[in-house]
Nanobody
Framework: QLQLVESGGGLVQPGGSLRLSCVAS????????MAWYRQAPGKERELVSS???????????NYADSVKGRFTISRDNAKNTVNLQMNSLKPEDTAVYYC????????????????WGQGTQVTVSS
């Protein structure tokens, strides 16, 4: 069973930076996308940023309007890792951040499915 483990959350002052990482344990045969979502108290989970691989292995990235220019998503395929560099953080960025690996097949499960991490808390406050 593939597991995703997030790290890097914490408390930071407005204007500060954090770097989130998500590492997948186990062997991945195929993966279609990597993404970060967040969920603030009382709100629905929303997409923050995503990486998508096309059939030609072209990498495309996508960002929510609220984080464009401040957040950067990156990956390390060799280490099954996706990162989210968050700069110029604002109080409204406070949320639990979840990583998601989409369209994943593994040696024990050849049917593509999504996997989620357990979440890491990011709090932006003075």
């Amino acid at each position: 069973q593939l597991q995703l483990v997030e790290s890097g959350g914490g408390l930071v002052q407005p204007g500060g930076s954090l770097r989130l990482s998500c590492v997948a344990s186990g062997i991945i045969l195929r993966i279609d996308s990597m993404a970060w979502y967040r969920q603030a108290p009382g709100k629905e989970r929303e997409l923050v940023s995503s990486l998508t691989l096309s059939s030609t292995n072209y990498l495309s990235t996508n960002y929510a309007d609220s984080v464009k220019g401040r957040f950067t998503i990156s990956r390390d395929n060799a280490k099954n890792t996706v990162n989210l560099q968050m700069n110029s953080l604002k109080p409204e960025d406070t949320a639990v951040y979840y990583c998601n690996f989409g369209g994943v097949t593994t040696p024990s499960n050849l049917y593509a499915r999504d996997y989620w991490g357990q979440g890491t808390q990011v709090t932006v406050s003075s």
